[in-house]
Structure formats: structure tokens, C-alpha cells
DNA sequence: GTCTATAGGTGGATAGAC
DNA sequence: GTCTATCCACCTATAGAC
């Protein structure tokens, strides 16, 4: 893993504010160029490819997801909260009016790089691995209660809350994701 | 209402297995007139800008959606029917390797003509109208059981099917699907 | 309605100077 | 590492002949 220069972290976050908002088709080169005024060269000598470019964008967004979801069981000992802090993340990402960026990508999932694909399933099955063992301990606690294994209400999850935030965008609509993302939650909480 | 030539519709056709498969940016004029074989000035006489063809789009994938709509009320009486045969056309669309085209274009929400966001909010609004009539009730003849109100659940359930459609994309995963809608279903379905 | 031809712009990407 | 300059492919869109 190479320790990241000033630079390449300086364009990763303006590349993945603007695949956030727009998608990977949504922006180009000259889009980051012009706002870190530089020129489109500078950024090909950090990122040859925009696969190489799209690449780098999910590791970072991964080893972030990843911090943040060890930060929360550090944290939080209940699984209902972890589920809510959970959902804040996604919130966090929403009210900066972005999408969370692997469900940008799984849209478009046809026309990326086979690279990209890879790393974006990877992604999904971090996601599902830490939501289904949270689930899994919360039933086995008793402070959740559901139907189905935890493998499945980890999927159900996710695409929930993935799909709350996809559609709340077109509407501007933070309020409107924090009440479906409650109900979600208090649907699988034990009585 | 412009009642629509042949040539129009076979264009939409092949438009709108490409926004489906690839999104709104991620196709081109020339793309369809590869496929159909006929210059992209031949698409431009038909649909001005791609804004023109975008809103047709629209249109059109809501009036087959709406006459869906109204085939499984005609058809079915009961409620939990009724939503099952509603995550029957998200599957449907799934099998084709397609995204629900107004799910393809929440994600590419900014990037698009203000016509389209406009229509695509009614198409959202209008699934969600009928979503809260069935939900509603089902509820009050007993045949569903949910907490919150019919128009949070229709929010929370459209977001479910969307997401779940977005993610499982990435998998090649119908069955993947079908499992989590079914899940969906059965949480809301009366004991 | 469909064509040829083309305009005017932007996309990702490279060569080579500094 | 960043620049200028440039390549070539592709994009949406238009003019005008048939």
C-alpha cells in the first residue's frame, strides 16, 4: 500500500465529492483540474487511468467505511445502537447532499472497470460480513428480534438503506431518510 | 399527447434497454443508431436533445408502469397479492439485466435536465400513491400489520425494492433479490 | 424521414520541457 | 511534480440535399 502523497489525497477528495454527487461517468479530469487548479497532466501523473483513479477511490472510501464501523463497536456494546450508528453514517454522507459512493458506483456497475466491479463487491460483502454478525449477536442478546438469518436481513439492510438514500435524494430529503431508516431499525428491535 | 410513430418507439426501445443497463450518461446517440442501424441526424429529427428523449423516456416507462399498476388491482384483490405482484415487476426487470430506469436515473439525479428531474419526482410520487392505498388497506382489512403510516411505509418499501435492485445488479443476483423482497414482504404481512 | 457532412466542444491520455 | 502542447476519439447538435 503506498503511503499517499499531499497531492494524491488532495485530488482523491474532490474526485470522490464530485463521483459522489455525479457518479464515475458524471465527471472528468478537467472537472478536478479546475478545482485544485492544476492542470489535467498533473492529475495523470497520479493517476495514469481513470480506472486507476476510480480504484483508488473505493480503497479510500473502504478504509474509511472500515474505521468507522470498528470505531462503532469500540463504542457502542448494544446492537441497537450499533445498527443507528450504522444508519448515521449513510445520514452523514446524505446531508452533504452525496450518495454513498459503492451505491453510485453499483448503479453504473455495467460500465466500469473490471478492476472497479471487483472492489466494489468486495465493498458490499465487508458491509454485509459486519451487518450480519452485529444482527447475529443482537438476536442472540435479545435485544433484536427478526425473521430469516442474519446473512439475509444483512442484505435487506443494506438495500434499504442504500435505496432510502438513492430515492431521498431526488427530493432533497434528509428528513424523509432518517424516518425511513427509523422504521427500518425499530421494525427488527425486540418488543 | 403526440401518438407515437414506429420509428419513435423502436428508439425508445433501444434507449431505454441502454439507460436501464448503463444510465442516462453513460449512453449516446450513437449507441442507438448503431443498433438500429441509422444515422444519429435520423435520431435528432425524432428527439431534438437527448433532454427531449430523457423525458420521453419518462413518460413512457411510467405509462407501462401505471397500466401494470392498474392490471394488478384489476386483477388481484388482496393486498399481500397485490404487493407481491408489484416486486414481481422490479424482478421482471431485474432477469432482463436491467435497472428500474427511474431508480438508474434517482442516482444520476443531478446531472439531469430539470424536465426530468421534475418527471421523475412524479413518477416517485405516483408509486408511492399507490403503494399507501394498497398498504392502507391491507392494514384496515386485516390482511397486513405494520407500524407508522401507510405513506412511510410506501416510502420505506420503495426504497427496500430500489436498493435491493441497485445492489443485487452487482451480483448478477435475482435470486438474491427475490429473497430480500420476499423477506420485505412477509415483515409487513398480518400474522 | 433519412441521409451526408460538419461544426464546436469535451473526453481520456501522452510526449517532452522545466 | 507540474507544466504546455497536442492527439484522437467521441459527444451533442445543426444545415441542407434527397
Same mark, same amino acid.
Given at each position: 500500500?503506498?503511503?499517499?502523497?499531499?497531492?494524491?489525497?488532495?485530488?482523491?477528495?474532490? #474526485?470522490?465529492?464530485?463521483?459522489?454527487?455525479?457518479?464515475?461517468?458524471?465527471?472528468?479530469?478537467?472537472?478536478?483540474?479546475?478545482?485544485?487548479?492544476?492542470?489535467?497532466?498533473?492529475?495523470?501523473?497520479?493517476?495514469?487511468?481513470?480506472?486507476?483513479?476510480?480504484?483508488?477511490?473505493?480503497?479510500?472510501?473502504?478504509?474509511?467505511?472500515?474505521?468507522?464501523?470498528?470505531?462503532?463497536?469500540?463504542?457502542?456494546?448494544? #446492537?441497537?445502537?450499533?445498527?443507528?450508528?450504522?444508519?448515521?453514517?449513510?445520514?452523514?454522507?446524505?446531508?452533504?447532499?452525496?450518495?454513498?459512493?459503492?451505491?453510485?458506483?453499483?448503479?453504473?456497475?455495467? $460500465?466500469?472497470?473490471? $478492476?472497479?466491479? $471487483?472492489?466494489?463487491?468486495?465493498?458490499?460483502?465487508?458491509?454485509?460480513?459486519?451487518?450480519?454478525?452485529?444482527?447475529? #449477536?443482537? !438476536?442472540?442478546?435479545?435485544?433484536?428480534?427478526?425473521?430469516?438469518?442474519?446473512?439475509? !436481513?444483512?442484505?435487506?439492510?443494506?438495500?434499504?438503506?442504500?435505496?432510502?438514500?438513492?430515492?431521498?435524494? #431526488?427530493?432533497?430529503?434528509?428528513?424523509?431518510? !432518517? $424516518?425511513?431508516?427509523?422504521?427500518?431499525?425499530?421494525?427488527?428491535?425486540?418488543?
Amino acid at each position: 500500500m503506498a503511503s499517499e502523497s499531499e497531492s494524491s489525497s488532495r485530488i482523491l477528495g474532490v #474526485a470522490e465529492e464530485l463521483a459522489q454527487r455525479r457518479g464515475f461517468n458524471g465527471f472528468s479530469y478537467g472537472d478536478i483540474a479546475e478545482r485544485l487548479s492544476i492542470t489535467k497532466a498533473s492529475l495523470h501523473y497520479h493517476f495514469p487511468s481513470k480506472a486507476d483513479l476510480g480504484q483508488a477511490l473505493i480503497a479510500r472510501y473502504r478504509q474509511s467505511f472500515d474505521a468507522a464501523l470498528h470505531a462503532i463497536v469500540r463504542e457502542s456494546p448494544d #446492537a441497537r445502537r450499533r445498527l443507528r450508528r450504522y444508519a448515521d453514517l449513510y445520514c452523514n454522507v446524505l446531508v452533504d447532499d452525496r450518495m454513498c459512493l459503492c451505491g453510485m458506483f453499483a448503479a453504473e456497475y455495467s $460500465t466500469l472497470p473490471e $478492476t472497479m466491479q $471487483t472492489d466494489l463487491k468486495a465493498f458490499f460483502d465487508a458491509n454485509e460480513r459486519w451487518l450480519s454478525r452485529v444482527l447475529d #449477536a443482537g !438476536r442472540r442478546d435479545g435485544t433484536l428480534a427478526f425473521h430469516g438469518t442474519p446473512k439475509e !436481513r444483512a442484505h435487506l439492510l443494506l438495500g434499504t438503506l442504500e435505496g432510502a438514500m438513492l430515492v431521498a435524494r #431526488a427530493y432533497d430529503g434528509v428528513k424523509r431518510f !432518517r $424516518t425511513v431508516a427509523r422504521r427500518a431499525l425499530a421494525d427488527i428491535a425486540a418488543p
